[in-house]
């Protein structure tokens, strides 16, 4: 069982802290007045450079039990406000694949629209999410260059292989269906906002008309990565326009402070088993 053990509320997001029966605590954050963005491991293995969520580590995946009652207890204070679940909290979902499917079957049954977000790690669950009846996938891509992108999502697969099962899976898709699936870049001051990478990066995503999510990085305490600045989030926009590409940008309810994207964690206010 999960309990609700506080909610942190500012103008724009209301972050929801939950408790597992066996004492750690993780995260699901409410925004856009309609979608609730939940956790599917209790820490992440994965380790993104940027993010909070990984960096006390990983410590189990969240049952299918506990991946449902984070939706039923906010639905309840909320009363009957969520319309989407976005798989997007702590935690890599591919590494928790039967639970998230399983849920996903769950959520889609109760009419929700479920999202999914990934690093496509594992290759061999990562092929098998195309399979599920999600209502969007965001590919984190974060690099156009693999040396690049090692660095910034340290456990991770090649992203060769990536593209090939990209090529390979959504290369027969409608152009309709196709649009379920985006590619996500996160941008870090000097690590991959030069031309080398966003240029392989944007030839890859115009071969396939993948829309693209170019978001900005929100600091994590303690962590020595810098957001690039408005001047160049621009520029990047429209470099990745000239491609043809269609290109959204961070809105502001990823970029809060109280729950944006990468900066959920365990533990927040434990300092316990580790
Ligand atoms: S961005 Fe996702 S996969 Fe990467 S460390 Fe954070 S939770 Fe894990």
């Not at 053990?5 to 209301?14: A, C, H, P, Q």
Request: glycine residues 6%; proline residues 3%.
């Amino acid at each position: 069982m999960l309990k609700l053990v506080d909610i942190i509320e500012d103008d724009l997001n209301k972050l929801f802290l939950y408790e597992t029966e066996d004492g750690y605590t993780i995260e699901g954050v409410f925004y856009r007045g309609n979608t609730l963005c939940i956790s599917s491991q209790v820490g992440c293995p994965i380790g993104c450079v940027f993010c909070a969520s990984g960096s006390k580590g990983f410590f189990r995946n969240l049952n299918t039990n506990e991946l449902l009652m984070q939706y039923k207890l906010a639905q309840k204070i909320l009363r009957g406000k969520i319309t989407n679940i976005a798989i997007a909290g702590i935690g890599e979902p591919l590494l928790n694949f039967e639970n998230v499917k399983n849920a996903l079957t769950i959520f889609k049954n109760d009419n929700l629209k479920v999202t999914i977000s990934t690093t496509a790690y594992p290759l061999k669950n990562f092929e098998k999410l195309f399979e599920l009846n999600h209502n969007g996938v965001t590919i984190s891509f974060h690099a156009g260059l693999q040396k690049t992108r090692k660095k910034i999502i340290p456990i991770s697969e090649d992203l060769e292989k990536i593209k090939s099962i990209l090529i390979k899976k959504l290369l027969p898709l409608s152009s309709r269906q196709r649009k379920k699936y985006q590619l996500g870049y996160l941008l870090i001051d000097s690590l991959n906002d030069d031309k080398e990478n966003l240029k392989a990066f944007a030839e890859f995503a115009s071969s396939l008309k993948l829309q693209v999510q170019l978001m900005m990085l929100n600091k994590v305490e303690g962590k020595p990565y810098k957001p690039v600045s408005e001047e160049k989030y621009i520029e990047i926009f429209k470099f990745l326009k000239s491609y043809g590409l269609i290109v959204t940008l961070s809105n502001r309810y990823r970029i809060n402070k109280l729950g944006g994207c990468g900066t959920l964690c365990v533990n927040r206010w434990k300092n316990q088993v580790q």
